[in-house]
């Protein structure tokens, strides 16, 4: 069984960060998102994966480097157009070859493990299995209808739904999802849809299966939802507790967890907390409260007297702030500078 992960999209949703870099690079507990894909596969004893990438993204080669690191092999596949899912998968059938493989979405994270995925499969001797997720708005997804533990219907997005179960971006396939994306046209959209793919199985009446999940999920596709994710990795991965990285100096600060810090961080004079993820190098000094929020690497922030939350602070980013505001959210991009003049306004 082999691995491929999605990682070709631009997004737009996540500028200014994903300018600098690949969305599925950004860190969640100061981690890259595609780093918790990859070590899902591995969990599954699936070590052979290819990494579908646009050309221009190199970085993420140079962050993943040939697998080595996380005991694996790595193939890249690039997608020069972004044509959808579908047709990420059947640029990748030189790699997949006749093998099964678990398909991920670089940009999803995932709480659960893929177990129940794999196991469901081979238990079930099935064509195909996706993983599905109840919703409080099905119009927003791809959406599944189940009849005795088999697909019947998948349908994107759509107006009257035949269910809450969504279909959330972890499958597994076998060569019969081939033959069926050679026979789609692309979507009002422009993109050849991997729910399509899946009907079309079904129409021929290929087996899939589906496991539900329980778990938490998101898409790291926005600011919002890139903080969700970074708050629930940290309270999985420390509870409320604190984490330092080597050579990092903490004083004179109250902490309230879940914190983490790392690496040649110099912090003083802060209160920090709940769900803060500090990456290396990062300095700051006299400020009243810093909450969910992500400081990038080499990020300064100083002087700030009043509260700073759901803010992310870019690479070598520096702040310094005023006397008189309140409550803010500030979303500062990576390498630029702001100092506040003291106004005696509120602050948006």
Known sequence: MKGLILCAGRGTRLHPFSYSQPKTLLPVANQPVLFYCIRKLIEVGVRDIGIVIHPSQVQISGYVGDGSQFGATITYIEQESPLGIAHAVNISQPFLQDEPFILLLGDNLLMDSLHNLVRRFQDNRADGIVMLSEVEKPQDYGIAEVHEGRLISVVEKPVVPKSNLAVIGAYLFTRPIFEAIASLSPSSRGEYEITDAIQTMIDRGSFIAHTTTNGKYTDVGTIERWLEANRWMLSRELGEKLAIGEGSVVQHCEIVGPVLIGKGCHIENCRLGPYVSIQDGVQISNCTHIENSILLENSSIHD????????????????????????????????????LPSTGGDSE
């Open 304 to 339: 700030v007297s009043w509260q700073m939350k759901d803010s992310v602070f870019g690479r070598e980013s520096f702040f310094k702030g005023s006397s008189d505001r309140k409550a803010s959210m500030f979303i500062l991009s990576d390498k630029s500078s702001i100092q």
